[in-house]
């Protein structure tokens, strides 16, 4: 009886969501495939071209840089923050109750900033000799001072540096929300076969948390991909030095907005997503392996 | 066997003094850039480019004045601007992925694996990375230079959907069957269960709002003029503007971005906390 209004009404509930994606999402998607295969005109509509700006992007060595440089930001972003959030997650847990939301606090301020003012900030702690990083970390350690936005060596680590940043403080506390959901009596049973604290976390915590970390990098993959506004302003939406901080999305919003390769752009962009797709889709068969 | 069981303290609960002063660093690390940009705000531009004086010589508040004069940017109608936006696209991605995700989590009906399936594949492309189409299409609909077009693009979240799916899930059954035996028809068993999941919409609420008021590359493409531009694109215009332009209004104006997204957090934080919490435990 109640099998004919169960079916209708569902959809209705699904309505909004899947009708604003078709409006700002389907229809973006295929009118970048339709841009993608039409000449870079900025004039009018262009001509047909077929896949010619899908051969032009073979060649672009700037593309291949960038897709290189995006990968490694990503790569390196990913092995830097979970080891470092997981240590300061489990740090926290270890810390005095009444401490730890105010420093839990602290390392999420970063998150809560807006990525453009962190970039304004990181510009000025940057900056030559005079930088904070150059003179609180590195001269006292006796190393040569870094020219951290010009060293084509240390675009990319200085723009990794200011995702860790960004970063580090919300993967933590998913990861502490995610140790707290860990039942009592597994702890309980692992403490009563050893003492050493790092053993529990290696065989308890670590285990437990799988879900929280698969999350954690995917979340990191996406937002990796997506980077923009750090490497925007601290660049001044150049690729900096030898195209060191050359991004894919900065990449393709120069090629549209300085170059007015609109066709280039789009080509670049549906390149892109499967690749992406493809990462995505490993680290959930990843898991889907684990768990069937 | 229960003995030894209560008598064994598990070390684990004395609070490491160690573990303390390591967070501690990072802690310190991490906050110092936001301590010298809010004393920076005081600082004229000769001060501001030693990173390593921390104090300003005096506590004149002209650099705020000049700010909040409009001196450089409009900067009340920016904000303005920046918290409507936020707002509204929070909002609104709560019900609307609420709404999706109870139909996924508590109907059968046809299509849905592969709906389910399209809209995770949503997850995966970066709006990012479809942002110049979009931007071709919103300026085809006659929304560009308008709020809505920073708005409207920004309703829909695979995520969210993934994630309400997961918070009917384990909204027990009891309470579904007993709503829907009363007669009620699903959109109104939907809006009974809110309440018994509100600490899950506030928390993606909150999610939603901080990533809205962080969001640069769509809003930098669609609003072109000073009135209409959110506060991040406002500052980052600013940056290098003009030679004598003080650095500490932008400092200024950075400390003042802070507030909205740090008192949510602060006053959701225990909720927030719960909530993730609770959909881990499953």
């Known amino acids: 009886m109640s099998s004919a209004r169960a079916n209708r009404q569902p959809y209705l509930l699904l309505l909004p969501f899947f009708a604003l994606l078709a409006a700002f999402w389907l229809v973006p998607l295929l009118g970048g495939l339709r841009m993608s295969l039409y000449s870079n005109d900025l004039t009018g509509p262009g001509e047909y071209v077929g896949l010619a700006n899908y051969r032009a992007l073979l060649d672009d060595a700037r593309f291949f840089k960038a897709l290189r440089n995006t990968l490694a930001y990503t790569a390196l972003s990913l092995v830097t923050i979970l080891p470092l959030a997981l240590l300061l997650a489990q740090a926290l847990r270890m810390t005095f109750t009444r401490l730890r939301p105010p420093l839990t606090f602290l390392l999420l301020l970063p998150g809560l900033t807006p990525p453009a003012v962190l970039a304004l900030l990181f510009l000025l702690v940057f900056h030559g000799r005079e930088g904070l990083l150059n003179q609180l970390l590195v001269e006292p350690f006796g190393f040569k001072t870094i020219n951290w936005l010009r060293d084509p060596d240390f675009i990319l680590p200085a723009l990794v540096l200011q995702g860790v940043w960004r970063w580090t403080g919300f993967i933590t506390f998913f990861f502490l929300a995610g140790m707290a959901a860990i039942p009592k009596t597994l702890f309980e049973a692992a403490q009563l076969e050893t003492n050493s604290r790092w053993r529990v976390f290696w065989s308890v915590t670590l285990p437990q948390l799988r879900p929280v970390l698969l999350f954690s990098a995917v979340y990191l993959v996406v937002d990796g991909f997506a980077t923009f506004s750090g490497a925007y302003v601290l660049l001044g939406g150049s690729g900096g030095t030898a195209d060191a901080g050359l991004l894919l999305v900065s990449y393709s919003y120069q090629q549209t907005f300085t170059f007015g390769q609109f066709g280039t752009a789009a080509a670049m962009s549906v390149s892109v997503a499967p690749l992406m797709l493809g990462m995505l889709v490993l680290c959930f068969a990843a898991r889907w392996r684990r768990t069937h | ?282």
Request: with cysteine; glycine share 6%; aromatic share 14%.
């Open chain 2, 1 to 282: 066997m229960s003995a030894p069981h209560t008598l064994y303290r598990p070390p684990h609960r004395r609070p490491s003094v160690l573990a303390t002063l390591c967070v501690a660093v990072a802690g310190v690390l991490f906050f110092y850039p936001f301590l010298w940009m809010f004393l920076s705000a005081f600082k004229d531009n000769r001060e501001i480019f030693k990173p390593l004086q921390l104090l300003p010589r005096a506590f004149d508040p002209q650099y705020y004045r000049q700010l909040f004069n409009g001196e450089w940017i409009p900067f009340f109608q920016v904000f303005t601007n920046s918290l409507v936006v936020a707002v509204l696209q929070s909002a609104g991605v709560v019900v609307v992925t609420s709404m999706a995700g109870y139909a996924f989590a508590r109907n059968r009906f046809a299509g849905r694996g592969l709906l389910f399936i399209l809209a995770l594949v949503v997850i995966m492309m970066p709006q990012q990375a479809l942002a110049i189409a979009l931007f071709s299409w919103l300026n085809t609909l006659g929304l560009v230079n308008q709020l809505a077009g920073v708005i409207l693009p920004g309703l829909v979240s695979g995520l969210g959907l993934l994630y309400f799916t997961q918070v009917f899930r384990q909204v027990p059954d009891d309470l579904v069957n007993a709503a829907r035996l009363a007669g009620a028809s699903e959109f109104r068993v939907y809006l009974t269960l809110l309440p018994l999941v509100s600490s899950a919409l506030l928390s993606f609420g909150l999610i939603q709002f901080i990533l809205a008021w962080h969001e640069h590359l769509i809003p930098l493409l669609v609003l072109s003029s000073a009135e209409k531009q959110t506060l991040p694109i406002a500052l980052a215009g600013l940056y290098g503007s003009s030679l004598r332009f003080p650095y500490a209004v932008l400092m200024a104006a950075s400390s003042l971005i802070l507030l909205p997204t740090v008192v949510l957090f602060a006053l959701l934080y225990r909720r927030f906390q719960s909530a993730l919490s609770e959909l881990l435990a499953h």
